[in-house]
């Protein structure tokens, strides 16, 4: 069985200070990962992919992969009330395929607190 | 551009009819997936279409029809629903993937919100 797992949550940060969001995968063929977010009643958007050991930033966020600890990460650094969302993360293991076949964690919950 | 589009937004329908869901993308990507996401819950894989080729079907029930008439366009035709298939239905779009298996990021469309009564 394949599994994503992810931090449960709910997690509450303040305003302005870094929220961590931790995801560990099962499957040593997975190779991308990703890092969604979702609004209540909207669909996924996409926010990070990391393909790489290491470190991956776009501007407020930071995702972490590191493959020996299959171990995926996201940092969302200064938080805003607009991150309240739930952040999914994904593995992505479709083996020689042009498609991609997404495993999806249940999510963990962020709300952010003026 | 990273657009896809899925006409309804929200479709009511008896368990006795027949409606489609419809979803398209011009950004040339290769790969089309049909998922399905109840409240709560991740979105859970249904469909894989690649280059107009149905790739992976997640054992889904037969009154869940898929179609590629083309590469910018997926159907999912629906009869004979039940009222547990309501859901949001969620299309996605990727490019290929790299020969490493790096890439291929999927893009979400803004869903179609199912009720079966």
């Known amino acids: 069985q394949k599994e994503v797992e992810q931090n449960s949550g709910p997690l509450s940060v303040p305003e302005g200070a870094i929220a961590s969001l931790n995801c560990t995968y099962s499957?040593?063929?997975?190779?991308?990962f990703f890092w969604y977010r979702q609004y209540s009643g909207k669909s996924p958007e996409l926010i990070m992919s990391?393909?790489?050991?290491g470190d991956k930033e776009d501007g407020r966020f930071t995702a972490q992969l590191n493959k020996a600890s299959q171990y995926v990460s996201l940092l969302i650094r200064d938080s805003q009330p607009s991150d309240s969302a739930t952040y999914l993360c994904a593995g992505d293991n479709a083996g020689g395929t042009s498609y991609g076949k997404l495993t999806f964690g249940q999510g963990t919950i962020l709300t952010v607190h003026p | 551009d990273t657009e896809v589009t899925q006409t309804p937004k929200h479709l009511v329908m008896g368990m006795t009819n027949k409606k489609s869901l419809k979803c398209e993308q011009h950004?040339?990507?290769?790969?089309m997936y049909w998922y399905k996401q109840k409240a709560k819950k991740p979105p859970e894989l249904m469909f894989v279409y690649s280059y107009e080729k149905l790739s992976i079907n997640e054992s889904v029930p037969s009154r869940f029809s898929p179609e590629c008439p083309n590469s910018s366009l997926l159907n999912l035709h629906l009869h004979a629903l039940q009222p547990e298939d309501s859901a949001l239905y969620l299309c996605?779009?990727?490019?290929?993937?790299?020969?490493?298996?790096?890439?291929?990021?999927?893009?979400f469309g803004p869903g179609t919100r199912l009720t079966v009564t």
């Open positions: 950004m040339g990507h290769r790969a």
């Open positions: 990391i393909y790489s050991n």
């Open positions: 996605a779009s990727s490019q290929d993937r790299g020969r490493s298996g790096s890439g291929g990021e999927q893009y």
């Open positions: 499957d040593r063929g997975s190779q991308s």
